[in-house]
C-alpha cells in the first residue's frame, strides 16, 4: 500500500496560514488524496479530498503537486478550533487488489495553534 | 440522519471476558470499517466490509471477529479480552468503495478498558 509521511507537529498563530505538507512518493493513479482531522476525543472528520487538480471547500484548500508525489493542506487563517492532528491519507479505488476496500492512517500532524 | 452511531461510549471489561461494540449508520453505505486508537498513535484497521454478507481482515484483526448480516450494522466482537486492547474504538463507514473519492464518516468512538 502506498504510505504517506508528514511531520510529527507543526505551529502556528491565530488567524495566520498554515501549509501542512504530505510526502506520497508510491502514490497510484488511482489514488485519491485524503485529508482528516481529529480533535481531542473525537472521531477523525472529513476535511478535504483531491486526486489531481487542487481544490478548495469552505474548511481548506489542497494542493497538490504536478507529480501528485506530495500535496498540502492549507488554513487559510488558522482559529484555536483548527488545533487537532491533521492526517494524509491516500485512498484506492476498489474493484480488487490488496488495497481493495482499505484506508491507512499514519501518525498525522499535530497542529499547535497560539492565540 | 444519525451517520454513523456507535455504542457503548464506554465500557470496563475484565480479562477474559467477551463483548460487543456496536455500529450502525442509517446512510446506505457499502463500505464499513472498525478501526483502533491506541494513545499517542494513528488508526489501526483491525477489519473491515465491502458489503453486507462480505469482510475481510485489516491490519490488527487478531482478537476480533466480525459479521455484516446487514447493510447498517456492523459489530465488533472481542472473544476474549486481554489488557491489550485496552483502546479507543472507530467505526467508520462510506458509500462505495469504487469510487475512492467518497468521504469517510466516523463514529465518535468507544473507549475500552480490560482490567
Known amino acids: 500500500d502506498a504510505k504517506t509521511t508528514q511531520p510529527n507537529s507543526m505551529e502556528s498563530n491565530e488567524e495566520e496560514p498554515v501549509h501542512l505538507p504530505c510526502n506520497h512518493s508510491t502514490i497510484s493513479g488511482t489514488d485519491y488524496i485524503h485529508w482528516y482531522r481529529q480533535l481531542p476525543s473525537q472521531g477523525p472528520e472529513y476535511v478535504i479530498h483531491g486526486l489531481t487538480s487542487n481544490v478548495n471547500n469552505r474548511m481548506a484548500s489542497l494542493a497538490i503537486a504536478e507529480d501528485r508525489k506530495s500535496s498540502t493542506l492549507i488554513l487559510h487563517r488558522a482559529t484555536l478550533r483548527d488545533a487537532a492532528v491533521y492526517y494524509c491519507?491516500?485512498?484506492?479505488?476498489?474493484?480488487?487488489?490488496?488495497?481493495?476496500?482499505?484506508?491507512?492512517f499514519g501518525q498525522g500532524t499535530i497542529l499547535t495553534v497560539h492565540p | 440522519n444519525a451517520g454513523v452511531t456507535q455504542t457503548p461510549k464506554f465500557q470496563v471489561l475484565k480479562t477474559g471476558q467477551s463483548m460487543t461494540l456496536q455500529c450502525a449508520q442509517d446512510?446506505?453505505?457499502?463500505?464499513m470499517s472498525w478501526y483502533r486508537q491506541d494513545p499517542g498513535m494513528g488508526l489501526r484497521l483491525i477489519h473491515y466490509s465491502v458489503g453486507a454478507g462480505i469482510t475481510d481482515q485489516g491490519e490488527v484483526p487478531n482478537g476480533y471477529n466480525v459479521s455484516r448480516s446487514t447493510t447498517e450494522d456492523f459489530p465488533l466482537r472481542l472473544l476474549s479480552a486481554a489488557p491489550s486492547q485496552t483502546s479507543v474504538y472507530f467505526c467508520?463507514?462510506?458509500?462505495?468503495?469504487?469510487?475512492?473519492?467518497?468521504?469517510?464518516?466516523f463514529g465518535e468512538g468507544s473507549w475500552l478498558t480490560v482490567v
Open positions: 446512510m446506505n453505505h457499502e463500505y
Open positions: 467508520a463507514s462510506s458509500y462505495s468503495i469504487r469510487y475512492s473519492g467518497n468521504t469517510i464518516y
Open positions: 491519507i491516500l485512498r484506492s479505488a476498489g474493484a480488487g487488489g490488496t488495497s481493495y476496500g482499505k484506508l491507512t
